[in-house]
Nanobody
Framework: QAQLVESGGGLVQAGGSLTLSCAAS????????MTWYRQAPGKQRELVAT???????NYADSVKGRFTISRANVRNTVYLQMNSLKPEDTAVYYC?????????WGQGTQVTVSS
């Protein structure tokens, strides 16, 4: 069964860094894109960063220059390096993988940035 396992969340002070990881396992073939979303309390889920099969990336304006998305193709793992974190980055971060005509979500990992 296909699944995503996320890790790397936690509590960090403003200005600090965290790296999130999301490993895809099971019957997942032909990945089109791997994306990180986040959802803060009382807010809608928003796209943070995406990396496509051709290596191209997109970022939300709010994280450009601070976050970097990357992928280890051999292990179908996607990373989100988060630098210069701000309190407004506090949210549950979700990994999403689009493959074929399917989409898979991770369970989410909490990131809390204290001021």
């Amino acid at each position: 069964q296909a699944q995503l396992v996320e890790s790397g969340g936690g509590l960090v002070q403003a200005g600090g860094s965290l790296t999130l990881s999301c490993a895809a396992s099971g019957s997942i073939f032909g990945i089109n894109a791997m994306t990180w979303y986040r959802q803060a309390p009382g807010k809608q889920r928003e796209l943070v960063a995406t990396i496509r099969s051709d290596g191209s990336t997109n970022y939300a304006d709010s994280v450009k220059g601070r976050f970097t998305i990357s992928r280890a193709n051999v292990r179908n793992t996607v990373y989100l390096q988060m630098n210069s974190l701000k309190p407004e980055d506090t949210a549950v971060y979700y990994c999403n993988v689009a493959y074929g005509r399917q989409m898979l979500w991770g369970q989410g990992t909490q990131v809390t940035v204290s001021s």
